[in-house]
């Protein structure tokens, strides 16, 4: 039978993963708004400008990634809509799903370099 033993978390190391983790998933998210931006439809910009993250969370952090005008969803969901040469509908679930292996890399690079 083997010797019992507590374990007693490093806080330090503990505070530091959380805000690492917290970085990293806000970081993420903007790479997700960039990449985003590129596939918006444009007429003046205005859709492509208006996006934004938000971050929230300590214990398990969440982010964000909205576009913040009036047609933003008819732009994101209307397929039949036309689009200039790079640009399309379903922007922002394009961006979601093209760059998971990138978020999975931005956030590792972050509590990496806490550890």
Aim: charge should be positive; avoid cysteine; glycine fraction near 6%.
């Amino acid at each position: 039978m083997g010797k019992p033993w507590k374990y007693k978390p490093n806080k330090n190391v503990i505070t530091g993963v959380k805000k690492a983790s917290t970085r990293g998933v806000s970081l993420a998210a903007e790479h997700i708004l960039g990449v985003a931006r590129s596939r918006a439809p444009i007429e003046e910009h205005i859709l492509e400008e208006s996006g934004f993250t938000s971050t929230e969370g300590t214990h398990i952090p969440r982010s964000a990634v909205s576009f913040d005008t009036p047609y933003a969803v008819k732009q994101h969901e209307d397929m039949t809509l036309r689009h200039d040469a790079g640009r399309s509908a379903k922007y922002l679930e394009s961006a979601f799903n093209s760059e998971q292996d990138a978020v999975k890399q931005i956030i590792a690079k972050e509590l990496r370099g806490e550890l």
